[in-house]
């Protein structure tokens, strides 16, 4: 397609012929879905063509590789992308036109692939785009869970789940390529025999369980460059349906076994995001996807090159948090058990191959599995982590002479269970955090001990987003105008948008700026009412927060507040006041109680505000039903207002607050995660910041000395809100329907410390910017300035920018141009 040999002619007629053998069926009498299908193929067409090409000039230039090992990736939908990607959006558009189809109504039949939870898979997504985009080589590899994230429906203002089975019509643009299966095995025992040849021993499991791991290959489409990168998703087939004989020998209990092993392995994605369950089945998924993807990746590097000792020059691997940490041991076991090196050479390579990146400081997200589940499930795996840990408490004792308190913080197996960050810490050559804060937070406080030992292995690579994706694709208007005043290179050259300051004090970029905003409004004031049935008001302020649902993120800070100005509206209802829309979009995991509540009450809070009359409309609050990539979309283009308050500390960095900037809305925030450089970018002045500061919250959360109650004694404003949760003001009289809530804040009963999350602590300062919000809207110039600026400061945030420094600073990739 493509500039040089997109053809609209041939593309209706490829539709065509797709639509007449997927379905025997003409175009007239093809469903949306089925016309969905036949124009993905036909684009997959074109995108293979790419992908063969970009194969052989790797081929050529064996360039280094970079390995992207996930258990999420959060890609949404592809049509679309691809079509952006291949430069062929508009063009497809008029030829599906011209065959009487919308391209957006196509690409709404798409199914979101939701293989991932939130900001984490989604940050795996945005990089494999950036990588592909700027010419490296570089696989993602996860699995290929069979339902991803559940949809989320919401039920007399409840959350339930609904499984996501976004296989079930066949999805276009993946490819199984059974040819490169590979065999997982489980269980067992490692049978040691002396080899008298080598004078060494051998280690061999035996007695195991095996699966078969089949790789789907998805095409990652650069922008406007041929190079078509994979992401590499396994799937586990039982050996017995495939062939038995070529492993085993018709055992057929353990056939039995090995099925159901297979059978459930990726039947499903942990709705957990930011917590770890310790699931059995979830380490299954964690070893299964790792010893494929190492398995094909050493098969790989072994075609073309002689010498395993070049694996560091020519492979690296980067864990996406701690999930796919067994890559360290699994390395480990094929260097020695497969190609019989000894430890030494072994850990040498391994060193040099792995790095590791931390999204989280929230001690619930640890994982820390128990040592009697990990050798049962892994011995020969468990085996080498022992030896790994017996190594390190040396190396401990040797730095630290007598410290037993190092080794108790810092061993990889200590009070019966394997820790997962040690191990990722100690076998990798790089630690990252993802953002400036959060890496200080990592130095300072949860890894000291590691960065005091490793100071060197320690760095920072603050997130970023897909522009391509995030305005290109989800705001045309704004990517229009954009081009219009500053030309296109920000496609591919965030740090264009710079240019668009001087059109900060212009009246009439400042008019088309929010013109563009209120169309945006407008058609999410339309996706409101026809899935909330609620009538929202695009000339009132639209405040934002989407993300996961989670007490640190403190979500219940901001409907709290909402209640707070309703009373406020109530009681003085001739204050001047400006009409504004709450709008949430939120999962919760499936297991999370409080989360869960807190959807119940936002929900609670809508019904009684939007239907009370006697307001005028100046409050509306609107929950988003399944929050995904595709509406996310949407929702960044329409917001006038960034909710981004978590307790300072908590969020590693936020991607969304970086959404949100590009397409111009404000942030209201606290000084954390990414929110820090945000400011520091957009100034002071074109932002809303509150609160506790990280060293404030790390500081009570050390010494103590905090007291909610404080605040419930001595501000009204707070009591009554508080006690609303208590007194049925909004569950219809009920009073224990947010009694936990109410609990949570105050009473020290319920968790360690009431109010975990300093919610009582930040409230006021929080209303008091929320007035600063109101005052600064009413000033049109003044509000178009600030939300222009917030899109013009935002180039720092592209993952093109985070990708290029992984590569110069962590992994040093060769840059490739297909010729
Ligand atoms: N994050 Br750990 C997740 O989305 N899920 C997780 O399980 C863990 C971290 C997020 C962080 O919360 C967020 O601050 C960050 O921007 C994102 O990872 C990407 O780094």
Redesign the pocket.
């Known amino acids: 397609m493509l500039d040089n040999h997109f053809k609209k002619e041939e593309f209706k007629k490829s539709v065509k012929e797709n639509v007449k053998m997927l379905y025997r069926k003409t175009i007239e009498e093809a469903s949306q879905e089925q016309i969905f299908q036949a124009v993905s193929l036909a684009v997959k067409d074109v995108i293979i063509d790419n992908w063969l090409l970009t194969q052989k000039q790797y081929e050529k230039d064996d360039p280094k590789i970079v390995y992207y090992l996930s258990m999420e990736f959060l890609m949404g939908r592809a049509l679309g992308n691809n079509l952006i990607n291949l430069c062929a959006y508009n063009e497809v558009k008029e030829a599906l036109e011209e065959l009487g189809f919308d391209l957006n109504v196509i690409e709404d039949q798409e199914p979101d692939p939701a293989l991932g ?5 989604r ?1 795996a997504a945005c990089f494999l785009d950036s990588l592909a985009t700027l010419g490296y080589c570089a696989y993602g590899c996860g699995i290929r869970y069979h339902y991803g994230l559940f949809k989320q429906k919401i039920e007399n203002g409840f959350q339930v789940e609904v499984p996501d089975n976004w296989l079930k019509d066949g999805y276009p643009f993946e490819l199984r390529r059974p040819e490169y299966a590979k065999e997982v095995k489980f269980g067992g025992y490692v049978k040691v025999e002396y080899d008298p040849a080598t004078g060494r021993n051998n280690f061999v499991q035996e007695g195991y369980q095996s699966v078969l791991a089949i790789p789907y290959d998805m095409p990652i489409v650069g922008y406007n460059n041929k190079i078509v990168n994979t992401l590499r998703i396994w799937d586990a087939q039982a050996i017995s349906e495939f062939q038995l004989d070529l492993f085993d020998k018709g055992d057929y209990r353990k056939a039995v076994e090995q099925e159901n092993l297979a059978k459930n392995i990726c039947d499903v994605l942990y709705p ?4 770890y369950a310790g699931k059995e089945l979830r380490l299954k998924q964690q070893y299964f996807f790792i010893s494929a993807s190492i398995q094909a990746a050493i098969e790989k590097f072994k075609k073309s090159h002689s010498d395993l000792h070049d694996l560091p020059k020519k492979v690296t691997f980067q864990l996406n ?1 701690t999930h796919p940490t067994m890559t360290v041991a699994e390395l480990m076991r094929i260097l020695l058990d497969e190609e019989g090196m000894t430890w030494e050479e072994a850990w040498e390579i391994t060193t040099h191959t792995c790095a590791y ?1 931390n ?2 400081i ?1 001690a619930e ?1 640890l994982e820390k599995w128990p040592i009697e589940l990990f050798s049962k499930l892994l011995p020969r795996i468990y085996q080498i982590i022992e030896e790994i840990n017996r190594r390190f408490i040396q190396e401990i004792n040797n730095k630290y002479p007598g410290n037993q308190e190092k080794v108790r913080k810092m061993a990889i197996i200590y009070d019966g269970q394997v820790k997962m960050a040690h191990l990722a810490i100690a076998g990798g050559y790089s630690v990252n955090g ?2 400036r804060l959060h890496t200080e937070i990592l130095k300072k406080q949860e890894l000291k001990d590691f960065y005091e030992m490793y100071p060197d292995k320690f760095n920072n690579k603050t ?1 970023g987003i897909t522009q391509r994706r995030f305005l290109l694709h989800g705001n045309p208007l704004l990517a229009d105008w954009v081009t219009d005043h500053i030309g296109d290179g920000w496609v591919t050259d965030l740090a264009q948008l710079s240019k668009l300051k001087v059109y900060a004090d212009d009246k009439k970029a400042q008019q088309e700026f929010m013109n563009i905003k209120y169309q945006n409004k407008v058609r999410l004031a339309k996706y409101i009412l026809e899935h909330n049935g609620i009538e929202v008001d695009p000339r009132s302020i639209f405040d934002v927060q989407v993300k ?1 649902l989670h007490e640190y993120k403190r979500q219940l800070m901001n409907i709290l507040h909402v209640m707070y100005l309703y009373n406020q509206i109530k009681e003085h209802p001739e204050m001047d006041f400006y009409p504004r829309t709450f709008i949430f979009g939120a999962k919760a995991a499936a297991g999370y109680v409080r989360a869960k509540l807190t959807i119940k009450l936002i929900n609670a809070v809508a019904d009684v505000v939007n239907n009370d009359r006697s307001i005028n409309g100046k409050l509306k609050v609107v929950f988003i039903e399944n929050y995904r990539v595709s509406n996310a979309e949407m929702i960044f283009a329409a917001a006038d207002v960034s909710e981004q308050i978590s307790t300072a500390s908590k ?5 969304g607050n970086m959404k949100f900037m590009l397409n111009g809305a404000v942030t209201i925030g606290t000084m954390d ?2 929110n820090v450089e945000i400011v520091e970018e957009v100034g002071q002045e074109n932002a809303f910041i509150f609160g506790l500061s990280s060293d404030e919250v790390i500081n009570y959360e050390n010494n103590g000395g905090y007291n909610p109650m404080q605040y419930f004694n001595n501000d009204p404003d707070i009591r009554n809100v508080l006690m609303q949760l208590i007194n049925g003001t909004y569950s219809n009289g009920d009073f224990e329907l947010f009694r936990d809530i109410y609990d949570s804040l105050l009473n020290t009963k319920s968790s360690d410390r009431a109010d975990t999350y300093f919610i009582l602590a930040d409230f006021k300062a929080y209303a008091e910017a929320q007035k600063r919000v109101e005052e600064a809207y009413k000033d049109e110039a003044g509000w178009a300035k600030k939300a222009l600026l917030n899109t013009a400061c935002s180039g720092k945030f592209t993952s093109d920018r985070t990708i290029q420094q992984y590569v110069d600073e962590i992994w040093h990739l060769d840059k490739v141009t297909i010729e």
């Open positions: 939870n939130g900001g984490l898979g940050l957990n995001d930011n917590h948090d990146t999204h989280t929230m997200a993802v953002a997130n996961r969020e590693a960095s936020g991607t995660g990414a």
